[in-house]
């Protein structure tokens, strides 16, 4: 596995793995690798012949008060292990390479990104268009694979490409879990063993809320319910817990086609995110 820092070196990279006129796939990532970034490696393989990952923790999605210094960076066993999963290059550029002096562009993508983290983090998606945007344009891949577990970042990110006719192909990976079912996601590190324990009852919410929404229960009702049970079990504040059509986010109050439930909630310090399909077997 090659490691490339400069743009100049990844153009060289990426022609020479071009050669033989294979597809590329690129999956980024902001590093501190686990099973579910595995998941999308092993998916973009079965897609491409060679797999290029991109590790950068991008600062301009993260707003003043969040977790940029404190996000976890471990390039040394991340390269390991995607050397391990049959990765051909990493893409692992500095602040300076990404974002030079006097770089003024932002991409706005609107509709899918106007509710839930849109709404919580205002500029996050921004962040993220921008530099997966950059990302596409450096590495120029056939491919590329995105975690569900980012649902509105996956939704967000097919809008743009399409509308932008940028000509990838995007992949959503269905989200990755630990026996529990709390969903992987670098910043469970940060839990204490309390907070993790806590943690599981996200998913069981979204599970028990799914089940009501799909057995006929009033969805706000079911909504508001989950949002309780959350607090029940020591989260300390919900930014959301909302239902969305499945393509185009759009706030759903009957269940008539495939939706999505979408939850954000912070325990302790800690702001975790997870959302599950609902009502899949409907006509869309
Ligand atoms: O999902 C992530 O890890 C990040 O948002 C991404 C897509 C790598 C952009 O920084």
Redesign the pocket.
């Known amino acids: 596995m090659q490691t490339f820092r400069e743009i100049d070196e990844l153009r060289a990279g990426m022609t020479a793995l071009r050669a033989g006129g294979e597809r590329i796939a690129l999956v980024?990532?902001?590093g501190a690798l686990h099973a579910g970034h595995m998941a999308l490696v092993a998916e973009a393989r079965r897609r491409a012949a060679h797999v290029v990952v991109s590790i950068?923790v991008?600062p301009t999605?993260f707003a003043p008060n969040e977790d940029f210094d404190a996000y976890p960076r471990r390039e040394a066993s991340d390269a390991a292990l995607l050397r391990e999963n049959g990765v051909s290059a990493l893409w692992a550029p500095g602040v300076t390479v990404m974002y030079p002096q006097g770089f003024a562009s932002s991409i706005h993508v609107g509709g899918v990104t106007e509710g839930l983290d849109g709404a919580a983090r205002p500029g996050h998606f921004e962040g993220?268009a921008t530099?997966?945007a950059k990302l596409f344009g450096q590495v120029k891949p056939d491919v590329a694979c995105?975690g569900e577990k980012?649902y509105q970042?996956l939704a967000m990110i097919r809008r743009m490409a399409t509308d932008l006719d940028m000509g990838i192909e995007i992949v959503g990976v269905p989200t990755e879990r630990e026996a529990d079912g709390l969903a992987l996601s670098s910043r469970n590190a940060y839990l204490s063993a309390d907070e993790r324990a806590r943690a599981v009852a996200l998913p069981r919410a979204l599970g028990a809320a799914a089940k009501a929404i799909e057995a006929g229960a009033a969805v706000d009702a079911t909504l508001a319910d989950a949002r309780a049970a959350l607090i029940t079990a020591g989260f300390g504040s919900v930014d959301y817990v909302a239902l969305c059509d499945a393509d185009s986010l759009a706030p759903v109050t009957r269940l008539e086609r495939p939706a999505r439930l979408l939850a954000a909630a912070r325990i302790g310090a800690t702001r975790l995110i997870d959302n599950i399909p609902v009502g899949a077997g409907l006509a869309s």
Do not use: H
Request: no cysteine; net charge negative; aromatic share 16%.
């Open positions: 980024p990532t902001m950068f991008n999605q993220v530099v997966v995105f980012d970042q």
